[in-house]
C-alpha cells in the first residue's frame, strides 16, 4: 500500500469509533421515506463539521461538495427505513416501532461519511484532485424512488461519474462484489382488478366468475409474457397478494392481485408495460369481467459502466489485494441508483456483510426492490419483509463493515 492509500485508511480509523457511533445511532433511530430528518441533521453535522459545503433539499436528502473541477465524482448513499419491526437484540435495535434499518442503509450512510473525513483530509493536504460531491437520498425504498427527485434538483449537474454500495448477505465480511455491465433488474409493481356482477356459485354461466377469472391472470399473466417477449430479457411476475370474496358459494363481484414484474434487460423493460396490459385483457376476455392494470414503472436495471468497475477493481486491489474481490452475479433486485446511470457513467459495488464461514443467508430472497411500498402516501401497502437478512438473526460484524476492518 502506497503512502496515499496509508493515509486514507489512517483517516478512517481515526474515525473509527464516532463512524461506529453513528451507525449505531442512524439504527436505533430509522426514518421512513421522505421523513429522513434527523437522519439529515446527523449527516449534515458531521460534514460540515470536516469542512464540506452542504445544502439541504427542499423536501428531504442533502448534497455536498468539496474541490474543484469540471467534471466531478459523485458518491450515493440512501437514508431511509423499511416499515418492519426490529426484532434483534442489539442494544442500538430499533426504538422506533415498526419501523428498522433492515436493507442497510444506516451502513451505507456511514460508509460514505465515513469517506467524507478520507476526502477532507486529502483536500486539506491540497491532494484532492478534483471535485466530489455526495448525495444522500431519500426515499431509495419507494417507487420509482428518491433518485428521480435528487436529478430534478439538478444534483448531478457537473458530475461526470457516479459510484454507490449496497450491502451483500452472501458475500463475506471484508470483500468486494463486483460485476460489469447490469447488476440489478428493471422493478415494476402491478395491480390487476377485476369487476363483474356476481352471483352465486352454482349458477356461473349467469355471471362473471371473477374468481377464476382472477385465478387465469394469476397463472396466464408469467405464460404469456414467456412467449410474447424475448425470454433472454429474464421477465418475471411474482404475485404478493390477492383478494376475492368472502364466502365459499358466492362469486364475488370485485377481487384484485398485485405484483411485481422484474425485467433483467433494459430494452425489454421500455415495452414490457404495453404488454402486459393487453395481455390481461385479453386473458379475462372469455369470462364476462372487466379488468383495470394499474402498472407503476419502478426503476431501471442497474447497469455498471465498465470503467467504473475496473477503478474500483484497481481500488479494492489496491487496498486489500486481488483476493478481495469476488465477481456477483445479476440480481432480479431493483434499485433506483439505475436512474443515475442513465444520465451518467458510473457503478455500484456489493459490501459483503457474511460472517465469513457461515452458511449462505435464505434471507436473500428478500432482496431489496422485493416488494415496495407504492407510495409514500400509502403506508400500509406494499410491504415487504427485511432485506439483507432473516428478521431474527443478529446482524453479524455490522460495525466491521463501517470501519473498513
Known sequence: ??????????????????????????????????????????????????????????????????????????????????PVQDLTEDPWSSAVP?????????????????????????????ALPGRVRLLFQPAEEVMPGGAKYLLSEDALDGIGRIFALHCEPAVDVGTVG??????????????????????????????????????????ELPAVLSRRMDPRAGVSVVWGLVRAGAAANVIPDRGLVTGTVRILDAEAWAGCEAVVRSAVLDIVRPYGVTANVDYLQGVPPVVNDAVSVQILRETVTAFWGVRKVVEVPQSLGGEDFGWYLTQVPGAMFRLGTRTPGAPPSTSTRATCGSTRRRSESEPGSWRRRPCGRSPRRRRPAGDLLVTGA
Open 1 to 82: 500500500m502506497d503512502a496515499a492509500l496509508a493515509g486514507i485508511a489512517s483517516v478512517v480509523e481515526k474515525h473509527r469509533d464516532d463512524l461506529v457511533d453513528l451507525r449505531r445511532d442512524l439504527h436505533r433511530h430509522p426514518e421512513l421515506s421522505w421523513q429522513e430528518q434527523r437522519t439529515m441533521d446527523r449527516v449534515g453535522e458531521a460534514l460540515q463539521r470536516a469542512g464540506w459545503t452542504v445544502r439541504a433539499l427542499p423536501r428531504s436528502g442533502l448534497v455536498a461538495d468539496l474541490g474543484e473541477g469540471e467534471a466531478g465524482v459523485a458518491l450515493r448513499a440512501d437514508l431511509d427505513a423499511l
Open 178 to 219: 463486483l460485476r460489469r455491465g447490469p447488476l440489478t433488474s428493471a422493478a415494476d409493481l402491478i395491480e390487476v382488478r377485476l369487476d363483474g356482477d356476481g352471483g352465486h356459485t352454482s349458477r356461473p354461466h349467469l355471471t362473471g366468475d371473477l374468481t377464476f377469472a382472477l385465478a387465469k391472470v394469476i397463472s
Open 98 to 126: 415498526g419501523v428498522a434499518h433492515a436493507c442497510g442503509h444506516d451502513v451505507h450512510t456511514t460508509a460514505v461519511v465515513g469517506a467524507a473525513h478520507a476526502l477532507a483530509d486529502l483536500h486539506g493536504r491540497g
